[in-house]
């Protein structure tokens, strides 16, 4: 699976929440081209709820960052707020 993509797509799940909270999600590297194996619903899953908590616990008006890295051998996704 196309890694960024799939982040992309999780981030996208969560817009009604930021838009409510009036918080943008600022995501770094996503075009970057990461493949790999597993499952695709679980790990979309896991970056929406890390994102949602984020959310939650952010003040309105911040932003959110989900930043994708990798090198040889291993992938890297970071939710920050």
């Given at each position: ?13 969560i ?67």
């Open positions: 699976m196309d890694l960024g993509a799939l982040l992309t797509q999780a981030a996208e799940s817009g009604p929440l930021l838009e409510k909270r009036g918080q943008a999600l600022v995501g770094e590297n996503l075009d970057r081209l990461v493949y790999l194996r597993g499952d695709a619903g679980r790990l979309s899953q896991a970056v929406a709820f890390l994102s949602e908590n984020a959310s939650r616990f952010s003040p309105t008006g911040s932003a959110i960052h989900l930043n994708l890295s990798g090198g040889a051998g291993f992938a890297s996704v970071s939710v920050r707020d």
